[in-house]
């Protein structure tokens, strides 16, 4: 049998598959992989249907539907004040992940280095190792904040490019204005690109507003900005997404997107520029995702685990270190298994697996689910103690 030299040994199946299967094995209530179990707008799926019956089946124009490209430029200034050339610099792609992966495959030559912030979200580092690049990673403080003079120490000559991600997965944790201007401040006068995962820009709490790289003209010039329909719209399984980057960086991402997907589906395209017009649509996000914190965070005061903040994304972080030795993996495996609610453990978001028996509860979901999946928590509380 033909067997290949893996060029990525380290990488086994993605956490969020593994827990998401076993979840669906042994009937846990979900709380795992990030996705919302409610429906989106039935208008956006109208839409869809529309355009397919209109005849939009064939590919899209390899940027982008020019109409999409235009509102999501006009979005960008209404939200950002930041004027982007719908044509030059936004670009229309599968998905956030497949942003990161056109960024990073025009960004990396071998054994150049790029800075992580750990914990990282699952894909950014598969991808660095995959183009040859030395992967940096640095961890966020016991808060997770961003420990300024241990990346300005890790930054020298090699490093290629750094990549942050605001509201925070796994943490729910946000970038404040001072941190992107102490960014802007370390990465002046270096020719460091920036990447900047900006997924969950409208899921953001307590009357506090998103720092989208966008509204940094500084840093603006080094970036590529990622953003998801994904996670606005609760429909991550369209894998629609954006990137806007200046001119130049925009053309070299092109340049693999061309030759990765080529152009994203077309029916989507058109039903979300027609779509993206209604603000109400993202403006409403931030109460509408508080209020399932605030009423999740509330049921899991019964429960004995620790609550961390959570200041945007639609992830719940709590520590059970006092509760167990177990590692977090062994533990979110059992409590799945034995208490029927299944979690992501978080060492899995650092390459050494370094574990603060922290777990990442997901509350995009119906009222409901949340009661059942802190019902079965309930009932099996011993279970969560030391085994
Ligand atoms: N970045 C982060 C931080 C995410 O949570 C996700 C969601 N899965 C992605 C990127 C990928 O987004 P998409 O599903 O649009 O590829
Ligand atoms: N981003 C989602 C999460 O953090 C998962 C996406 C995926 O399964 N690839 O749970």
Redesign the pocket.
């Known amino acids: 049998m033909l067997s290949l030299k893996s060029k990525l040994p380290a990488v086994g199946t ?1 956490i ?2 593994v827990m ?1 299967a076993l979840a669906n094995e042994v009937g846990a209530v979900n709380l ?4 919302p179990d409610f429906e989106a707008n039935p208008k956006m799926i109208d839409l869809v249907n529309e355009s397919m019956k209109k005849g939009l089946n064939q590919y899209a124009p390899m940027i982008g539907v020019a109409t999409l490209r235009e509102t999501i430029a006009e979005k960008t200034r209404f939200l950002y004040g930041a004027s982007c050339d719908a044509d030059t610099e936004i670009t229309v792609v599968s998905g956030a ?1 497949e942003a990161i992966f056109d960024a990073l495959a025009c960004i990396i030559s071998p054994n150049d280095e790029v800075i992580i912030l750990e914990p990282a ?3 950014y580092l598969p991808i660095i190792t995959l183009f040859g690049g030395k992967v940096i990673p640095i961890s966020l403080d016991s808060n997770y904040q961003i420990p300024f003079e241990l990346l300005k120490n890790a930054i020298n000559p090699k490093t290629k490019a750094l990549l942050i991600n605001s509201p925070h ?2 943490t729910g944790a946000i970038l404040k204005k001072n941190d992107l201007e102490q960014l802007e401040k370390l990465l002046e006068n270096t020719d460091i690109v920036l990447i900047s995962d900006e ?1 969950y820009e409208h899921i953001i709490f307590d009357g506090q507003s998103h720092e989208s790289v966008m509204k940094y003209p500084k840093l603006r010039e080094r970036s590529f900005v990622v953003s998801s329909f994904g996670k606005t719209y609760h429909t ?1 399984g369209w894998k629609l997404g954006y990137c806007i980057a200046p001119p130049a960086l925009t053309k070299e991402l092109r340049k693999v997107h061309q030759f990765n997907t080529f152009s994203t589906n077309t029916p989507m395209q058109y039903a979300m520029a027609e779509f993206l017009k209604s603000k109400e649509e993202y403006l409403h996000l931030p109460d509408f995702y508080q209020e399932r914190r605030d009423k999740f965070k509330k049921m899991l005061e019964a429960t004995p685990f620790k609550i961390l903040p959570c200041e945007g994304t639609y ?1 719940q972080l709590v520590s059970y270190a006092h509760l167990s030795d177990e590692k977090d993996t062994d533990y979110t495996v059992r409590l799945t298994k034995e208490a029927k609610v299944a979690t ?1 453990p978080i060492s899995v978001f650092y390459r050494n697996q370094t574990d603060r028996k922290v777990i ?1 509860f ?1 509350f995009a979901k119906k009222y409901e689910t949340l009661e059942k999946g802190i019902e079965n928590l309930l009932k099996s509380k011993d279970k969560l103690y030391q085994k």
């Open positions: 993605t969020f598959s998401s795992s992989q990030g996705f992940s979200y699952d894909l997965n796994p997924v991550t992830f992501i990442r997901c």
